[in-house]
């Protein structure tokens, strides 16, 4: 059960932005003893892997906060971000944390399973975070995307530090709060779009 927990955890952050997840997990295997990659994912925290994901991390949370650039970066990600969700999913199940003493002897030994799992859920994230951030954008112009971007990357930070690898029960709490946060930005979306098209309706009239 945990190590699902987990494996969501990490799909998610990855499906709000692809490499911080991947650098994360490099970096906890390379210089801390939070986390130890088996051999088939060890390759994340070699240095060509850190220097390459770090610079992509860095590239995709600037383009992130620019308006318009942003938009762009989601179509791009469509295809990155699941592929990043099945990595991490994969590779986190079968690592030794220090919430999980033993790796999933089921999704090591099916490797597949943790692959489309992760993949699954990073899209699932995906599609929710880029459906939310374009209509946001459409009624702000852009200016929100900024602060948008941000509480994105907070919250895949927590699910991948505090939510999958110290706390894997916290995964459903992060979760649970994204989810409210989406439909909070939708339904105020909505009304903001009502409110606009009764003033047309009221002025055409």
Request: zero cysteines; charged letters at 10%.
């Amino acid at each position: 059960m945990l190590e699902l927990l987990t494996g969501t955890g990490l799909a998610a952050a990855a499906g709000l932005g692809a490499f911080l997840p991947m650098l994360i997990l490099g970096l906890l295997d390379r210089f801390t003893d939070l986390m130890t990659l088996p051999a088939a994912w060890d390759w994340l925290s070699s240095d060509i892997a850190l220097v390459v994901i770090g610079g992509l991390t860095v590239l995709d949370l600037v383009a992130d906060k620019i308006p318009a650039i942003d938009t762009v970066n989601d179509i791009v990600q469509t295809v990155v971000r699941p592929a990043s969700g099945g990595i991490v999913f994969g590779a986190g199940t079968s690592a030794q944390t220090v919430s999980l003493d033993e790796p999933s002897q089921f999704f090591s030994a099916h490797l597949w399973v943790a692959i489309a799992l992760g993949a699954i859920i990073a899209l699932v994230t995906h599609l929710t975070k880029t459906s939310t951030r374009a209509a946001v954008n459409a009624m702000t112009v852009g200016a929100s995307a900024p602060l948008l971007s941000t509480g994105e990357d907070a919250m895949s930070f927590g699910l991948v530090a505090s939510g999958a690898v110290l706390a894997p029960v916290l995964v459903l709490v992060l979760l649970a709060g994204l989810f409210v946060m989406a439909v909070a930005v939708t339904r105020r979306l909505r009304g903001m779009l009502a409110r606009r098209n009764a003033r047309s309706a009221t002025g055409n009239g």
